[in-house]
Each structure stands twice: as structure tokens, then as C-alpha cells.
């Protein structure tokens, strides 16, 4: 069934119905309720991140692919929909589990089929310079490749705790690098990169230091790169730049600014528990990574970061206590990547990909 997004605003001239936005996961018959002429968006399901709790590497995952085209309907037209779930969330006590990939997403009205597959699921074991694939795309218009995951120059064996960000919905024809989470190219190690945003990529892990995070893509823009610093708080960096970009004629404003790259210490001789503080991640941006340093006689914090913003990545976590999240992503983006120390009390969980969707735009009713 369809469900009418309130980030939409009506057109000029005759009063235009606000786009339907339709998530039903079964294939069912889809009415159009006027005449007049349609932009059908449909968005595959992201990919979610996997988890690696041997203190390895764990990618995130990639999201799904985009698909756009024109129509000219009457309300006696029908089309039938099938929207994909995204991967979900893997891993629990002492796992390593793969990602899930993403759901397809098809819209199919009389001889024409809009697809738009699924991002590919995060990997636990992957090579040096793996990483999930965003969903293709094909019969619109336009039809563009969803974001990749975020990935490590490294085997999954041979640097110890990096968890990847998830990758963005790639809405306005970018480059799937521009799209994609956040890489590590250095000899990193404990560390995290942010998810990517539908304007910019997550902030890629290029210093040789323990202990570091990089922030989610904007909307506008990439994050900041981490490098070597003097401190853990120089081992930080921002979310990418907000910025009003409107998808397509009267969709929604996409303004988020990215997630800010988190550490969060926890003092077990003290008892005290200092978590992050968590902000709002806006439309379009990606979650930032989160690396959690909770290492004194195994005192771990059961850390749950925020959702990435529609159509954003999954950050990727790192962490050294007994629990760890990735970020979940929102409506097609990648899920972000889980790795932590071997622990049977708290969980390591990975970021869950977004559901795939399509929205029924008119443009101009007869």
C-alpha cells in the first residue's frame, strides 16, 4: 500500500496529490488514482554490513541501485510493484557472519520493467581491497549504481578491528566512488570509517594510528579524512556537508549534514561509562563510525548508534568491549560493518540495510 511522505510539496497550477511512497514487500497491483503524467523512483534494498567478533575486519555493505522514468497514466492504469527488504542486521555472542544482500525492487507497467537490485552484503573474510557492490539498475530513464561499501587495503586477517561504512543510494548520477563509505588505505588498526551520503563518501582512515574514526557523507559533500594526530580527538574527523539538494522536481530536500566520527572510553576501575552523544543525522547523510575503546578488565559498553539518514550509509564500528553496533541505514543505503573482541556477554551487531522503495510522483494531472 502507499504511504504519503510529508517531504514532499505539491506543484503549480491544478492541485498535484502528494507522491506515494510504497514499501508493501509482497507484489501486488498498483491503481494510479488520476490522469495526468508520473515519475516513478524505484530504489532497490541495501546490503547489510557483516560482523567479525575474532578481531578482524568487517565490511560494510553496498546499497541498492536507483531507477527513474516518465509515464503518462490514467487512473484506470496498473502496474504491478514488488519493493525489496534490506539485509538484515547479522551476528550475536562470538559470530562471524557475512552480510545480507539487499532485496530487489521492480515496478513493471505494461511493457516496461524498472529494476533496481539489491546492494551486495558486507564480508567478514574478504581480500584485500574487497568490497560489496552497490545494486545496478536498469529500464528508466536513468538507472545508476548504488554506493559500495567502504574497504580496507588489507586481507580480513592481517589488521585487527576496522569495521567499514555502508554505501549511499546514488540519487543524481555520481560516480559510485563519490557514494561510497568510508576506506581504509593505511596500516590502520581499531578504527572505523563513517557510511557515504547521497553527495559525498564517508571519510576514508588514511593515518597509521590506533584508535581513530571517520564521519558520514553529506548531502553536499564528502567527509573529512582522518590522518595521524597527537591525540585521540585529532584521530576524529566531521560528517560531510549539508546542503539543500532537491530530489527531482518536487521531492524531498535532502540537507543532512554527515554523522561526526565517534571514540568512546569507558573507565572500568571508575565504574563510569562515558558514552558519545549522539546527534541527529539528516536527510541524505551518512552515520558517522564509531570505535569504542572499552578495554579495562573486559568492561564493554552495548553501544546502539543512530540510524543513518534516508537514502545514507551505515557507519562501521570498532570496538574493544563486550558489545558493538553497526549503523543501520535507512531506506537503500548499506548497512555498516561490525568488528570486535570475542565476547559471550554483550552482542556485536552489524548495521541492517535500508528498505528498498518506489515513489509515484505526478508531475502534471489532467
Not at 500500500?1 to 502528494?18: D, I
Request: charged share 10%; aromatic share 8%.
Amino acid at each position: 500500500m502507499g504511504t504519503t511522505s510529508s517531504f514532499f510539496g505539491g506543484g503549480g497550477g491544478s492541485p498535484l496529490p502528494q507522491p506515494e511512497w510504497l514499501f508493501q514487500k509482497s507484489s501486488y497491483t498498483y491503481t494510479f488514482p488520476y490522469d495526468g503524467t508520473v515519475i516513478v523512483h524505484v530504489i532497490g534494498g541495501g546490503g547489510s554490513g557483516a560482523v567479525q567478533s575474532n578481531s578482524y575486519i568487517a565490511i560494510g555493505g553496498g546499497a541498492g541501485g536507483y531507477s527513474r522514468k516518465q509515464f503518462s497514466v490514467t487512473s484506470s492504469t496498473t502496474a504491478t510493484v514488488t519493493t525489496g527488504v534490506g539485509g538484515k542486521s547479522v551476528g550475536s555472542n562470538a559470530t562471524q557472519e557475512q552480510g545480507q544482500v539487499g532485496g530487489n525492487t521492480t515496478f513493471v507497467l505494461s511493457s516496461d520493467t524498472l529494476t533496481a537490485n539489491g546492494g551486495g552484503g558486507g564480508l567478514y573474510n574478504g581480500a584485500a581491497n574487497a568490497f560489496a557492490a552497490g545494486g545496478t539498475a536498469s529500464g528508466g530513464d536513468v538507472n545508476y549504481q548504488g554506493g559500495r561499501s567502504g574497504k580496507t587495503a588489507y586481507a580480513w586477517s592481517t589488521q585487527y578491528r576496522l569495521g567499514t561504512g555502508g554505501g549511499a543510494v546514488n540519487l543524481f548520477g555520481l560516480s559510485t566512488d563519490d557514494v561510497r563509505g568510508g576506506d581504509v588505505t593505511n596500516a590502520s588498526q581499531f578504527g572505523a570509517t563513517g557510511g557515504g551520503g547521497v553527495g559525498g563518501r564517508g571519510g576514508d582512515l588514511k593515518g597509521s594510528n590506533n584508535k581513530s574514526t571517520t564521519g558520514g557523507g553529506g548531502s553536499a559533500g564528502p567527509a573529512q579524512d582522518c590522518y595521524n594526530g597527537p591525540s585521540e580527538q585529532a584521530r576524529t574527523s566531521a560528517g560531510g556537508a549539508g546542503g539543500s539538494r532537491l530530489f527531482t522536481f518536487n521531492g524531498p530536500i535532502l540537507d543532512g549534514v554527515g554523522g561526526q566520527g565517534l571514540i568512546s572510553f569507558v573507565n572500568a576501575s571508575s565504574g563510569s561509562n562515558e558514552l558519545p552523544s549522539f546527534g541527529t543525522i539528516g536527510m541524505g547523510a551518512g552515520s558517522g563510525g564509531i570505535t569504542a575503546v572499552n578495554a579495562e578488565n573486559d568492561y564493554g559498553a552495548d553501544l546502539q548508534p543512530p540510524y543513518a539518514g534516508i537514502f545514507g550509509g551505515g557507519g562501521g564500528c570498532s570496538s574493544y568491549g563486550r558489545g558493538g553496533h553497526g549503523s543501520h541505514a535507512s531506506l537503500g543505503g548499506g548497512g555498516g560493518g561490525c568488528s570486535s573482541r570475542v565476547s559471550s556477554t554483550l552482542r556485536h551487531i552489524s548495521g541492517g540495510g535500508g528498505d528498498g522503495v518506489v515513489i509515484i510522483e505526478y508531475i502534471e494531472r489532467s
